[in-house]
Nanobody, 124 residues
Framework: VQLQASGGGLVLAGGSLRLSCAAS????????MGWFRQAPGKEREFVAA????????YYADFVKGRFTISRDNAKNTVYLQMNSLKPEDTAVYYC??????????????????WGKGTLVTVSS
């Protein structure tokens, strides 16, 4: 599976962005998917995850109520809608496909495939 994230950019605090992650291959629906982020000088951290059919989602506490993860298996794409953005949300965001049978993928070790990151910058 190859993953390509897009949609990052510069936004003012309080604004919104939607990230997309397009996957290659015909087995996209076999993978639980997730988003992680890495801020400058910090370790990569879990942000959100969605189950194989999209029927279950899971969020890190710091994004609950602000971010929404979704997927469209017909389009092999997972999304991250980010609202009420804060300067501390500034980071490179990575989409990830979880190891087979794993949900949610909380840590790097539970990820099978990574996409290249997309930079989100939130200015105050």
């Amino acid at each position: 599976v190859q993953l390509q994230a897009s949609g990052g950019g510069l936004v003012l605090a309080g604004g919104s962005l939607r990230l997309s992650c397009a996957a290659s291959g015909r087995t996209f629906s076999s993978y639980a998917m997730g988003w992680f982020r890495q801020a400058p000088g910090k370790e990569r951290e879990f942000v959100a995850a969605i189950s194989w059919t999209g029927g279950s989602t899971y969020y890190a506490d710091f994004v609950k109520g602000r971010f929404t993860i979704s997927r469209d298996n017909a389009k092999n794409t997972v999304y991250l809608q980010m609202n009420s953005l804060k300067p501390e949300d500034t980071a490179v965001y990575y989409c990830a496909a979880a190891r087979y049978g794993t949900y949610p993928p909380y840590s790097d070790s539970e990820v099978a495939y990574w996409g290249k990151g997309t930079l989100v910058t939130v200015s105050s």
